[in-house]
């Protein structure tokens, strides 16, 4: 079993900056990619940021040039700082990670979601 937690969501001011943070535990061997998806209100889950093992990054066109994510493959952890934080990025967000079990087989796992609220 594998568990994905996340922390640092909370309310800012549109302009403003939060950093998320997500740690993997559990029966783990490695992990192949891990990142951030978003659900707003009324609107479907979407890719927010990947980053796999080896560094490679991938983002949403709406985020480029404000959110940044970083891994620490040794902690199993990911971040997702945000800067310039814009109402329409308020969501539950999602941490995300590919992981190859204890088990060896490959699973898709999912953290709670931590609120983000943009504000005006």
């Known amino acids: 079993q594998v568990q994905l937690v996340e922390s640092g969501g909370g309310l800012v001011q549109a302009g403003g900056s939060l950093r998320l943070s997500c740690a993997a535990s559990?029966?783990?061997?490695?992990?192949?990619?891990m990142g951030w998806y978003r659900q707003a209100p009324g609107k479907q889950r979407e890719l927010v940021a990947t980053?796999?093992?080896?560094?490679?990054?991938n983002y949403a066109d709406s985020v480029k040039g404000r959110f940044t994510s970083s891994r620490d493959n040794a902690k199993n952890t990911v971040d997702l700082q945000m800067n310039s934080l814009k109402p329409e990025d308020t969501a539950v967000y999602y941490c995300?990670?590919?992981?190859?079990?204890?088990?060896?087989?490959?699973?898709?796992?999912w953290g709670q979601g931590t609120q983000v609220t943009v504000s005006s």
């Open positions: 980053i796999t093992s080896g560094g490679t990054t």
């Open positions: 995300n990670a590919g992981v190859w079990t204890a088990m060896l087989a490959y699973q898709n796992y």
């Open positions: 559990g029966s783990i061997s490695s992990i192949i990619t």
